[in-house]
């Protein structure tokens, strides 16, 4: 089964919903499922500038107010905190993420994509790196054995395609799901509903559908018309 996974490195829920999603594909393979996983960038804020902006600061501003941006973060850092994830937002940096997802892809292409997706994440979240610093990008690159020249153009023409792909299939959330191209999960759902996504898709793979149930509402994620996460 192939799952595309649209996301962004500066997005607390595409954090979870990763690691839930992991957890997830370990007990769906561990009963004889097979999947293959696709990272697709997405940014929230293709706009942003890295310019060593506080995320807090930047949040303040955007949602209110610090007392605000301070009861958000709080909330998604405790859910966080249960999946077994630190987030860090005294320490984070606002980003592009654009060089980010280049690096992600040309990991990808050295079989390291996932490596390099966890990396950024906790550079992010837990370590206060600004993941829009070629610099930093760099730096990361060399710890995980990637080549990847974030100085030139390496990459970056197929993440602008992948960027407007993501677009016109309407996607505006993060993180999603897409099963086999046409069975859509949005947000960070428990293990158990991902679980069951993947289970439901084994078994209507084929079909005219283009939504798997879940229960509830759609889980926690990030939208673009916040330009980050109203968390």
């Not at 390291?112 to 837990?126: D, I, P, V």
């Amino acid at each position: 089964m192939k799952v595309e996974i649209y996301s962004d490195v500066v997005c607390p829920w595409c954090y979870i919903g990763h690691t839930r999603f992991a957890r997830a594909v370990e007990r769906y393979r561990a009963k004889g499922g097979e999947v293959e996983v696709e990272l697709r960038p997405f940014q929230l804020a293709p706009d942003a500038e890295s310019n060593g902006e506080p995320t807090l600061t930047w949040a303040a501003a955007k949602f209110g107010g610090a007392e605000r941006a301070a009861q958000m973060f709080g909330h998604v850092t405790g859910v966080a905190a249960e999946d077994g994830l630190a987030l860090d937002f005294d320490h984070s940096i606002q980003a592009n993420t654009f060089d980010a997802h280049r690096l992600i892809r040309l990991a990808g292409e050295q079989g390291k994509g996932e490596e390099a997706l966890y990396a950024l994440f906790r550079a992010h979240f837990t370590d206060g790196l600004d993941v829009g610093s070629r610099e930093v990008l760099a730096k990361l690159a060399a710890e995980l054995g990637v080549r990847a020249d974030l100085g030139g153009e390496d990459g970056a023409a197929a993440v602008r395609e992948e960027l407007a792909q993501a677009r016109a299939l309407g996607v505006s959330s993060v993180p999603l799901f897409l099963f086999e191209g046409q069975f859509a999960v949005s947000g960070a759902q428990p293990e158990d509903t991902l679980l069951a996504a993947l289970e439901e898709v084994a078994e209507r793979t084929g079909q005219a559908v283009k939504a798997v149930k879940t229960a509830g509402a759609d889980g926690d994620a990030c939208d673009e018309d916040e330009g980050y996460c109203a968390v």
